[in-house]
């Protein structure tokens, strides 16, 4: 499970968090929504140890991100899989070594073990038939969906997708969202997804949190925050919706 408290955080003086406290169930998604720039990918980034807290904790698996340092703090990251907001591929490495790259890296699993693993994930992906070739020779889609199984791959406990389907056409949004789902549905693992595609993405999720002003404004399931009538989630919801 996934626990902040009272989280505090600023940058040179410029408060982004002003008082964060969210629970996460194990196994459970949840959606991080709330405008540009208020804080979302830091947050998850204070999730992952990579911020630590100017105040206040995260606590991950009853282990606190904020505290763990060098070998340990790596290997609490090698339960977590990351699909970053703008992460990409490693362009010098083809589909299938890029996804062998966690294994290859945190792992003493054989090259035959990682070549059956890396396989599957691929096929899980539909990237069937494509593993040999370069991030510069496939489709934003499809780099995506590279990346998503070079995250599940290691099997996480704790995923985190920052904007999974931004710069995507919606069918192909949607088929990302839906491979998010049976990911999940697969692996059981507690996720967080920051998305600015309220309506397909609260329908695969258990609980939505809106970030704004450096607080959680809103928490619920989808449908209560959905007919939230409060008026910030109400442009926020209202607004995403058209
Ligand atoms: N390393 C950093 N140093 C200084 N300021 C930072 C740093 N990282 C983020 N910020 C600031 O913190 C605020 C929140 O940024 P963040 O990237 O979390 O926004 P966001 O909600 O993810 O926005 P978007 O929807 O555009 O991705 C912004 O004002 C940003 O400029
Ligand atoms: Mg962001």
């Known amino acids: 499970m996934i626990k902040i408290e009272h989280l505090y955080k600023s940058f040179d003086g410029n408060e982004v968090f002003r008082e964060i406290s969210l629970e996460i169930t194990k196994g ?40 763990a340092k060098g070998k340990a703090l790596a290997a609490l990251r090698d339960r977590f899989g990351f699909l970053f907001q703008g992460g990409a591929l490693f362009d010098s490495m083809n589909v299938f070594e890029n996804v062998a790259f966690p294994l290859n890296e945190k792992t003493r699993l054989s090259h035959k073990v990682i070549q059956e693993r890396v396989l599957k994930e691929l096929e899980n992906v539909g990237l069937s038939g494509s593993e040999y070739k370069y991030p510069s020779q496939i489709s934003g889609g499809m780099v995506k969906r590279a990346a998503l199984a070079r995250a599940l791959v290691g099997d996480p406990e704790i995923m985190l997708f920052d904007e999974p389907t931004t710069g995507l056409d919606p069918v192909t949004g949607h088929a990302i969202i839906e491979l998010i789902d049976s990911c999940h549905r697969r692996l059981h693992f507690t996720g967080i997804i920051v998305t600015h595609e309220i309506t397909k993405v609260f329908s695969i999720v258990d609980r939505v949190a809106m970030l704004h ?28 919706e058209e």
């Open 28 to 67: 459970h998604v949840l959606a991080l929504i709330g405008r540009s720039g208020c804080g979302k990918s830091v947050l998850l980034k204070h999730v992952a140890g990579l911020i630590k807290p100017e105040k206040g904790r995260v606590v991950v698996n009853g282990k606190d991100m904020g505290i």
């Open 213 to 240: 002003e450096g607080v959680i404004w809103a928490e619920g399931t989808p449908s209560e925050v959905f007919s939230s009538k409060d008026p910030v989630v109400r442009a926020f919801v209202g607004e995403e």
